[in-house]
């Protein structure tokens, strides 16, 4: 091998070592700045994906707070609804109580023009609702235009053992035929 410091003067030896060690020294700084340089690169990649990601997770949340408002929004539209509901509630049931009394008052109203006759037999010449018709009428002085023929309910309520059925028989009396009876 060829000694390259053979024909080089002594003064440029010592200045080409020198430039030597400085080129050796500049390659190791060179290296240095590349693998720097580099581990700069990738941690802005990772900074450009963290920023994509914080951008997406805004507009999550950008989305999610407006369903949140949408949500409260409806929400106090539901209390609204629900305390007028309340309050018709409250009122209806006030209403009720108030016309119950009077509901009870004309059951037991109707009731009383209610009379029962028993004792019929199943097989009667006449019907058993014209036998307890003519009986009102005929026997018990009842005016004709005061027994309600709707009122009939027949064999409502009979035993099909027995011989003889109940008969309803309704009434539509003034105060005065209500007072002979």
Known sequence: MEDSNINVPP???AK???NSSTNTHDLKTTNI???VLESINKKLEVLCLLLQEIKDLKVSLEFTHQQIDNL???NAELHST???VSLEVDLLKKEN???KE???DIQNRSIWDNLIFTGIPKNAPDKPEALVRNCMVYTLKIPTDSVNNSGFTGFTGS???EETVPVLSSLTLNSSSRKCL
Do not use: M
């Open 11 to 13: 003064e440029n030896l």
């Open 97 to 99: 109580n108030f016309l």
């Open 82 to 84: 629900l305390a007028s």
């Open 102 to 104: 009077p509901v009870l």
């Open 16 to 18: 080409r070592k020198t």
């Open 72 to 74: 409260q929004r409806d």
């Open 33 to 35: 700045q590349i693998n």
């Open 159 to 161: 035993d099909p053992e």
